[in-house]
């Protein structure tokens, strides 16, 4: 499903671009992304990492960064991107649950529940019943019948937590099928690569 020709062709130009302005630290990060998803992680990796060494404030907010980690398997080094990313946005939902995600893969579940970051502020009701399951006080059951949305991209971002929530549950089958059903909602989104490479990657279940 994914076009990798467009990717290609993206790379490419991001390869000129700096032959051109080769200290550029943006156009790192937005190459480094293409590689994400074109599924080359350790490529992805050494982008932002160069991005960072070109510009070192950018280390707390280089969420991609902890997202590739989490694909390599560098948990720990997944948990502390988003920790840093938490310092200076602490109300940022998605990296939260990215931060209680790497430490599922460290820890379990339950750890990972205990060490959840707080949100003080009042969040839209879908990704506010979403961080709810995180927490352990709403299940999947309860999630699925209060959220009635028709809205492709609620509906793609529903399914990929709950997949996200089932692996860090250990519940392999589940993951890959909510994954699997999300990728069939296709939107225009960094995220919905992210899930063609999970179910990728996760292929051996």
């Not at 200290?23 to 074109?38: A, E, N, S, T, V």
Request: aromatic share 16%.
């Amino acid at each position: 499903m994914i076009d990798t020709l467009i990717l290609e062709s993206d790379l490419s130009k991001y390869d000129k671009r700096l032959r051109i302005s080769p200290f550029d630290p943006k156009m790192y990060i937005c190459r480094g992304m293409i590689y994400f998803k074109l599924g080359r992680l350790l490529e992805s990796l050494q982008d932002f990492n160069k991005a960072e060494e070109l510009n070192p404030q950018l280390t707390p907010y280089l969420w991609q960064r902890g997202i590739t980690y989490y694909y390599l398997g560098k948990y720990s080094k997944g948990a502390r991107q988003f920790e840093l990313d938490l310092s200076v946005n602490s109300q940022d939902v998605e990296e939260t649950l990215w931060y209680y995600l790497c430490i599922a893969q460290l820890e379990n579940s339950l750890t990972a529940m205990e060490l959840l970051f707080p949100i003080n502020h009042d969040l839209p009701l879908f990704m506010g019943e979403i961080y709810q399951l995180f927490a352990g006080k709403l299940s999947v059951e309860n999630l699925l019948y209060s959220l009635k949305t028709q809205n492709i991209r609620d509906l793609f971002y529903l399914n990929l937590y709950i997949g996200l929530y089932y692996e860090a549950q250990k519940d392999s089958i589940n993951s890959f099928l909510y994954i699997n059903q999300a990728i069939n909602y296709k939107i225009d989104d960094y995220m919905w690569y992210l899930a063609c490479l999970h179910n990728q990657l996760r292929r051996k279940y």
